[in-house]
C-alpha cells in the first residue's frame, strides 16, 4: 500500500491516511507523492469535467474536460503561495513541499469523490436532462466533494500539529542544578535504660496493617480524607494562530475558486446558445446560482 501510484493512491490516502502525514511530518519522498495525487486528481477532474459538457455536446464535453482540472490548478497556484506565507509569518515550520503535498491530498480526494459520483450525474443527464436541475446536481456534488477534501486537509495539518510543526521551535529549558546540602546524621534513639541494666531493648509493637483503599473508579483519584472525587482534566492547550489561519485560506480557496470558475464558464453549456470557448464576464457565480433556484422553484 505504501508504494501505491497513479489512481490507487488514493486508496492508501483512504485507507492509511496515517501513514501519509507521517511521510508529511518527515518531508520524505514528497515530490513523488505529489506528482502520484497531481495526476491521478487531473485524470479524475478530466473524466468529471467531460460529463458536465456532455449536457450540451461533445466539443463541450472535450472543452470541460480540460477547463475542470485547470480550474482546479490555477486556484491551486494562486492559494497556495497565501497558505505558505501565512505558515511563516505566524512561526510554523512548514517546507513548500509539505504545503503542497497537505493541499494535494485534499485536492486528489475532492477529485475521486467527483469521479465517484459521475455515474449519478449521467443517470440523472439521461432520465432527467433539465438543464437548471443538473446545473444545480453538480454544483452540490463539488461542493460536497469539496468538503470533505478539505476535512482531511484540516486533519492533517491537526497531526502536524502534534509534531510541533505549526509552531515556532521552543527553546529547551535547561533545568537549574539543585543546591547541595550538608548531610545531617540522625541518631537512631537507643533505649538507654535498658541499656544501662544490661538488659536488651523491647522489641517495638508491629506496625498496624494499612487501611484497605477504597474501589475508585476511573477517571476519579481520591482526597486527603478518602473520599473519590473526580480527577483534575488536562488543560487544553489553544489551537497555533497558523491552525486558525487555516479556516480563513478555505475561505479564500473557496472564494477564488469560484470566481475562477465563473471566469472560465461555460463548463455545462446552455442548451439555447451555441458552442464557445469563453463567454464575457458579467455577473458573478452567486448570483447565478440564485438566478437559477428562482427558475427551478
Known amino acids: 500500500m505504501a508504494n501505491a501510484s497513479g489512481l490507487l493512491v488514493i486508496e492508501r490516502i483512504l485507507r492509511d491516511r496515517q501513514s501519509i502525514w507521517q511521510q508529511v511530518v518527515e ?20 473524466c468529471y469535467g467531460a460529463v458536465l459538457g456532455s449536457f ?19 486556484t491551486l497556484a494562486i492559494c ?25 491530498v485534499a485536492l486528489t480526494v475532492t477529485a475521486m469523490l467527483a469521479l465517484a459520483f459521475a455515474p449519478i450525474a449521467l443517470f440523472f443527464l439521461i432520465t432527467a436532462p433539465d438543464y437548471s436541475f443538473f446545473k444545480l446536481l453538480n454544483v452540490v456534488i463539488l461542493a460536497l466533494s469539496a468538503l470533505v ?9 491537526r497531526v502536524l500539529n502534534e509534531h510541533g510543526l505549526l509552531a515556532p521551535a521552543a527553546k529547551a529549558d535547561v533545568p537549574a542544578e539543585a543546591p547541595v546540602s550538608p548531610a545531617v546524621t540522625v541518631a537512631e534513639p537507643v533505649a538507654v535504660g535498658a541499656a544501662a541494666n544490661g538488659t536488651p531493648p523491647a522489641s517495638a509493637p508491629p506496625a498496624p496493617a494499612p ?19 473526580p480527577a483534575p482534566r488536562p488543560v487544553k492547550q489553544p489551537a497555533p494562530p497558523s491552525m486558525t489561519l487555516l479556516y480563513v485560506w478555505i475561505l479564500l480557496f473557496g472564494f477564488v475558486g469560484t470566481q475562477l470558475a465563473w471566469t472560465l464558464r461555460p463548463f455545462f453549456g446552455s442548451p439555447g446558445m451555441k458552442f ?17 433556484l428562482s427558475h427551478l422553484f
Do not use: C, W
Open 27 to 46: 518531508d520524505r519522498s514528497l515530490s513523488k507523492l505529489t506528482g502520484q495525487m497531481m495526476v491521478s486528481s487531473m485524470i479524475a477532474l478530466a
Open 56 to 74: 450540451h455536446s461533445v466539443l463541450m464535453a472535450l472543452t470541460s474536460a480540460v477547463k475542470l482540472p485547470l480550474l482546479f490548478l490555477v
Open 80 to 104: 497556495l503561495p497565501t497558505l505558505y506565507l501565512f505558515n511563516l509569518v505566524f512561526g510554523a515550520r512548514l517546507s513548500v513541499r509539505q504545503s503542497l503535498a497537505l493541499v494535494m
Open 149 to 157: 477534501g478539505l476535512r482531511f486537509l484540516t486533519g492533517g495539518m
Open 211 to 229: 487501611a484497605a483503599q477504597p474501589a475508585v473508579p476511573p477517571g476519579y483519584m481520591l482526597t486527603p480524607i478518602g473520599h473519590p472525587r
Open 276 to 292: 464557445s470557448l469563453y463567454r464575457e464576464i458579467d455577473g458573478n457565480f452567486y448570483a447565478e446560482i440564485f438566478r437559477t
